[in-house]
């Protein structure tokens, strides 16, 4: 999530800084139009895959490939997000990552499958330089006001995906097919990269005149080679992977039963929504135990509990399981960004545990909507794609009791 040049700290350009925070009101109005946009190209596609494997006549594996491939760039783009960073500035890099969100949308709708999935190689890379990058930029110039600020963004990042979800198929109908209806989202990329410009024009002075934090050098700690570290990756990884199966399936499943897609739209929607709720609650509640075990238990058990509904009673307690599923995948997530705080011993080591649960927990979760969409063509059922899944929440509940532990990289 840092990026290490987000935990260094300016000794020139004090003037553009202060610039920049006389103005919070055009800042905030920046985070906030961008974080609507770190999750709305990935969910504008879930309502409306039936219609994308029509136009294309894509099998299902070929499907989730649609909702894969972004997910797996997600994790190779945050390999580079803070190498560009430290190159180029949080704001450049952040600025040109709405504009390349922007074109990939486009991309993803010209009339080829191949423009499909380049597209959403675009889109994918674009979203992880947000998701890297922003929060390290909210810790630097609200330093005082970190959490409430990453609740700003969080919330908006949620908010974006709800809309989305929930307009999808209304807009395919309104603008007369499903490639406007994809592609009308790049306007809300164009809106928050105009909305960043001010952002890059003050940042300018102070581009490579930022040294490390004051204190002794001290040898760089691999994460790579803890324990802990590669607990606290893998309870991200499984919650993510988990999460993405929904965001790819959720309305397939739906509309597979017999519920209408715009019925389906509104549910995944409804998911969308609740999962602002875990967002907010769960952090909190973490920040205040000595260990996390609780939590763990209840987030996965949500989750299990609404992926066993959507096997044995999908449309009739549909609007049940999304609740259970967006509680429990809100509070995921917000667990697990917490763990990595948690866990690590100075703002440096969470740096590197944040790219490191980053990278590979978006790699895993790139597995999962491709793997349901080949166990679901393979048997004709969705009953084996979700019991792997409930394996999912198991390995989850048992890496995630280890992360859990009052301990430190």
């Given at each position: ?47 409306l ?32 997000a ?91 109908r ?33 581009r ?27 309870f991200m ?24 897609r ?17 967002a907010?609650a ?44 967006g ?24 740096s ?58």
């Amino acid at each position: 999530m840092d990026a290490e040049a987000a935990v260094r700290t300016p000794v020139a350009g004090v003037v553009a800084r202060r610039t920049l925070l006389a103005h919070p009101v055009l800042l905030l109005v920046g985070i906030v139009l961008a974080s609507l946009n770190m999750r709305a190209a990935l969910a504008s596609v879930s309502p409306l895959v039936g219609e994308l494997s029509e136009s294309y006549g894509l099998s299902s594996a070929a499907s989730s490939l649609v909702t894969s491939v972004p997910v797996l760039f997600l994790g190779l783009g945050a390999l580079v997000a803070p190498w560009l960073g430290r190159r180029l500035g949080a704001e450049r890099v952040l600025f040109g990552a709405l504009l390349l969100l922007g074109v990939g949308i486009l991309v993803r709708v010209l009339p080829s499958a191949a423009a499909l999935y380049c597209g959403g190689v675009l889109v994918g890379t674009a979203i992880a330089l947000l998701n890297v990058l922003m929060p390290g930029l909210i810790k630097r110039d609200f330093p005082d006001r970190a959490a409430s600020m990453t609740s700003v963004y969080t919330g908006a990042m949620i908010a974006g995906a709800t809309l989305v979800a929930a307009s999808s198929v209304p807009l395919e109908r309104a603008l007369g097919g499903w490639q406007a209806s994809l592609g009308s989202w790049s306007l809300l990329a164009a809106v928050a990269a105009l909305a960043w410009l001010p952002q890059v024009l003050i940042a300018r002075g102070r581009r490579g005149r930022e040294v490390p934090a004051a204190g002794p050098a001290e040898p760089a700690r691999s994460v790579w080679r803890s324990a802990l570290a590669w607990q606290v990756t893998l309870f991200m990884g499984l919650q993510s992977l988990w999460t993405y199966v929904l965001i790819a399936w959720m309305p397939t499943i739906f509309t597979d039963e017999g519920m209408s897609r715009s019925e389906a739209g509104v549910v995944f929607a409804f998911n969308n929504l609740l999962q602002v709720v875990g967002a907010f609650a769960v952090p909190l509640l973490a920040g205040r135990m000595r260990s996390q075990r609780p939590l763990i238990v209840l987030v996965t058990s949500l989750v299990a509990a609404g992926y066993a509904g959507l096997m044995s009673a999908p449309v009739q307690g549909a609007w049940l399981w999304a609740a259970l599923l967006g509680v429990g995948q809100g509070g995921a997530v917000g667990l697990a960004l917490t763990l990595i705080v948690l866990r690590s011993g100075d703002a440096v080591t969470a740096s590197r545990l944040s790219g490191m649960a980053q990278t590979v927990g978006y790699l895993m979760a790139a597995a999962g909507p491709l793997a349901a969409g080949a166990l679901h063509q393979a048997t004709g059922s969705w009953t084996p794609p979700i019991l792997a899944v409930l394996g999912v929440c198991a390995a989850a509940l048992a890496v995630g009791l280890l992360a859990a532990r009052s301990r430190t990289v």
